[in-house]
T-cell receptor, first 112, second 117 residues
Framework: GNSVTQMEGPVTLSEEAFLTINCTYT??????LFWYVQYPGEGLQLLLK?????DKGSNKGFEATYRKETTSFHLEKGSVQVSDSAVYFCALSEKNFNKFYFGSGTKLNVKP | NAGVTQTPKFQVLKTGQSMTLQCAQD?????MSWYRQDPGMGLRLIHY???????DQGEVPNGYNVSRSTTEDFPLRLLSAAPSQTSVYFC????????????????FGPGTRLTVT
């Protein structure tokens, strides 16, 4: 079956620190991979995505590379800001079916 | 475009009561879905629909009903509320073109926070 595993949080960093949030997946086919972000009291927003192996998704300084050999899609940012404090969800979607499978979410706290 | 809208934002129910959570989208998306979000468990799919008149169950469908009479609306009905249904509910929509081999991002509503006492 399909599933997504994320590192547990919360992750607490100082401003300008390097961020990595690990995400690994299990899938029966060749899924698309996504990172969503949820700010307090809001719905989820797409942060970035990758649709095939070795694709790199990027947005707002965040990056993630679709690694088929390690079934991973780790989220990275070189220098976090206080405004990046949020919950981050890794997700996969089966092509042709559009059903999404989400990880449990990782809360990021960035201190000034 | 308003995107995906959900009403109400907050709701308190007593055990055994029924209610409908409303979801609407104005993007002409074929695919719509309902999730519940519980602490430490991420989002779990309740029901989904790939077009008007077509619905299917997700991971946790028990205690919930859906129907899709129009492309725009996808209401979620709680038949007899239980404390285990206390959660935050999100509706989402996306384009859907069967057989294209493409996955589209889902657009989420702001959520409904439901408490069942």
């Amino acid at each position: 079956g399909n599933s997504v595993t994320q590192m547990e949080g919360p992750v607490t960093l100082s401003e300008e620190a390097f961020l990595t949030i690990n995400c690994t997946y299990t899938a029966t086919g060749y899924p698309s991979l996504f990172w969503y972000v949820q700010y307090p009291g809001e719905g989820l927003q797409l942060l970035l995505k990758a649709t095939k192996a070795d694709d790199k998704g990027s947005n707002k300084g965040f990056e993630a590379t679709y690694r088929k050999e390690t079934t991973s899609f780790h989220l990275e940012k070189g220098s976090v800001q206080v405004s990046d404090s949020a919950v981050y969800f890794c997700a996969l979607s089966e092509k042709n079916f559009n059903k999404f499978y989400f990880g449990s979410g990782t809360k990021l706290n960035v201190k000034p | 475009n308003a995107g995906v809208t959900q009403t109400p934002k907050f709701q308190v129910l007593k055990t055994g009561q029924s209610m409908t959570l409303q979801c609407a989208q104005d993007m002409n998306h074929e695919y719509m879905s309902w999730y519940r979000q519980d602490p430490g468990m991420g989002l779990r799919l309740i029901h989904y629909s790939v077009g008007a008149g077509i619905t299917d169950q997700g991971e946790v469908p028990n205690g919930y009903n859906v129907s899709r009479s129009t492309t725009e609306d996808f209401p979620l009905r709680l038949l007899s509320a239980a404390p285990s249904q206390t959660s935050v509910y999100f509706c989402a929509s996306s384009p859907f073109f069967a057989g294209t081999g493409v996955s589209y991002e889902q657009y989420f509503g702001p959520g409904t926070r439901l408490t069942v006492t």
